[in-house]
């Protein structure tokens, strides 16, 4: 994940950047490992998951064992759920 580190590291980098909110969406083909690793970069860049990233990353998730693996590894981080069938958007709803 070179390019995704340089990019942390370009809004890490300068207050000019601070109002720039970006979306990491995850595609319903990705492993829960690849959230992990984005996380990960984020973390080596800036360990500040709550105040930093939390106001300048947000996941878009697709997979519910995605999803799960993303809330345990960085808790406060927004996250877009993105569904892929009117039965897992429901469950996620919790209709």
């Given at each position: ?48 998951m709550t105040g ?44």
């Amino acid at each position: 994940m070179p390019a995704f580190k340089r990019l942390a590291e370009l809004l890490a980098s300068s207050s000019d950047y601070s109002n720039v909110q970006l979306m990491l969406d995850a595609n319903k083909t990705n492993e829960p490992w690849v959230t992990s690793k984005a996380i990960e970069v984020l973390k080596e860049v800036n360990p500040d998951m709550t105040g930093f990233w939390a106001k300048r990353m947000a996941l878009g998730i697709r997979r519910e064992d995605v999803l799960a693996a993303t809330e345990k590894n960085a808790p406060k981080l927004p996250i877009v759920f993105i569904p892929v069938s009117l039965c897992l958007a429901r469950k996620f709803i919790g209709h």
